[in-house]
């Protein structure tokens, strides 16, 4: 049994709070001269996903720190762009499918040997498909699965064609990399073409690509506990028993969590002061990834029910948390209908709840290219005039 430090400080849990919401950028200053792309470094991960309500969740993560940044911008800071010629970011299984830190490449290599070593898949790679595929990329260039021969065998999104199995192989393997997306699709390039020549290496140990993991989880949660740390980038809870202890991070004890945890000793040095973001929240946004800590810090339970039958949904199909004054105040089911958004169904976590969704609703309103917003549910309907009066005045 692994003998754990004594904790080196006790925070409160107000402390623990405010200590996650600056290092997920929602407490001080934004840093707006860095942008999407220091967002992005900060974070260490964005999750994507498919769902696409106000804007695609790998948009709604900067806009929620950074406020009306520009969507053009957003793609840029992840993509590679025709004036670098190369990648800031690239995409791979972090948390999630997630864009990261083209920087943090071989800190993935353990998870690429992982992938290489691997006894079974799901699908079937056909005979002398894999070369190729390597070998058109290496001719034509950047290509989407389509480009490369087809995508699917059938209309199933399941069902692979062998090429595509083959280009996600060779992705996951780490010789391949998607460059960017096209209508949503991966446009793959060889990694000797996309990756910095000084990145490009699996040199780097296990032992030292989980150190760093974990450091930088630690960084991004501010303080977590080892299921917190282990869960930013899917890491096995041993994987980092073994090595937190050279990571850097400091142990602390946290009032009412229960559990040993650790902090980012640069964020100890100075107490969390500044301006608390008022903003809605994509439901996978890393501040509230994992419900479990979601909960402990903020007292909020938190679900995506998009993948839940209409009938047994509580919040609705993509029901986005309200973030003000440090707390998690309520949530918005949003659609748009042309120049309206329409906040489909509120929740409010109480009255005084009113005044910050109204804002987080007319911001997001204004990002998005709409003009009015329109609520048509309000769960608690005492608060549905307050609601509306509230969005007149912003409005106006």
């Known amino acids: 049994m692994t003998t754990l430090p004594r904790p080196a400080l006790t925070l409160t849990a107000d402390d623990a709070r405010?200590?996650?919401?600056?290092a997920q950028g929602f407490l001080g200053a934004p840093d707006r001269r860095s942008g999407a792309r220091g967002v992005l470094r900060a974070l260490g991960a964005v999750q994507l996903d498919t769902i696409s309500v106000l804007a695609r969740s790998h948009e709604l993560i900067p806009y929620a720190r950074l406020g009306a940044v520009g969507r053009r911008s957003v793609e840029s800071a992840y993509w590679r762009t025709p004036s670098s010629g190369a990648p800031h970011a690239f995409e791979y299984w972090s948390h999630a499918a997630c864009i990261l830190p083209v920087e943090e490449w071989p800190h993935f290599a353990f998870r690429r040997r992982a992938y290489r070593d691997r006894p079974h898949w799901n699908h079937q790679l056909p005979e002398g498909v894999y070369d190729q595929v390597i070998k058109q990329l290496r001719t034509e260039g950047p290509l989407t699965a389509t480009e490369?021969?087809?995508?699917k065998r059938t209309s199933d999104?399941?069902?692979?064609?062998?090429?595509?199995v083959a280009v996600e192989r060779a992705l996951m393997y780490g010789e391949v990399v998607c460059v960017e997306r096209r209508s949503w699709k991966r446009v793959y390039d060889l990694a000797e073409r996309a990756i910095p020549k000084e990145l490009l290496h699996d040199d780097l140990d296990d032992a030292e690509c989980l150190r760093r993991l974990v450091r930088l989880a630690g960084e991004a949660l501010g303080v977590g506990t080892r299921a917190d740390i282990a869960d930013y980038h899917r890491l096995k809870g041993e994987q980092v028993d073994a090595v937190i202890a050279d990571s850097g991070l400091v142990p602390v004890e946290v009032e009412g969590w229960g559990k040993p945890a650790w902090a980012d000793p640069a964020a100890l040095s100075a107490p969390p002061r500044g301006r608390h973001r008022t903003t809605l929240l994509s439901p996978f946004d890393s501040l509230i990834w994992e419900r479990a800590r979601t909960e402990r810090i903020f007292g909020f339970t938190h679900r995506l029910e998009a993948y839940v039958p209409k009938p047994k949904r509580v919040y609705g199909y993509f029901a986005m948390p309200v973030l003000s004054g440090g707390?998690?105040?309520g949530r918005v089911d949003p659609a748009r209908e042309?120049?309206?958004l329409v906040a489909r169904q509120v929740t409010l976590e109480d009255p005084k709840a009113v005044p910050g969704v109204a804002?987080?609703?007319?911001?997001?309103?204004?990002w998005v290219g709409c003009t009015d917003?329109?609520?048509?549910?309000v769960d608690?309907?005492?608060l549905r005039a307050p609601l509306t009066l509230e969005l007149a005045r912003a409005l106006s």
Do not use: C, F, H, Y
């Open 18 to 22: 405010r200590l996650a919401l600056r």
């Open 148 to 151: 490369l021969g087809g995508a």
């Open 157 to 164: 999104w399941w069902d692979w064609s062998g090429t595509k």
């Open 327 to 329: 707390r998690l105040i």
């Open 338 to 340: 042309g120049r309206t």
């Open 359 to 366: 804002q987080a609703l007319v911001e997001a309103a204004s």
């Open 373 to 377: 917003v329109r609520v048509e549910r």
């Open 380 to 382: 608690s309907p005492e």
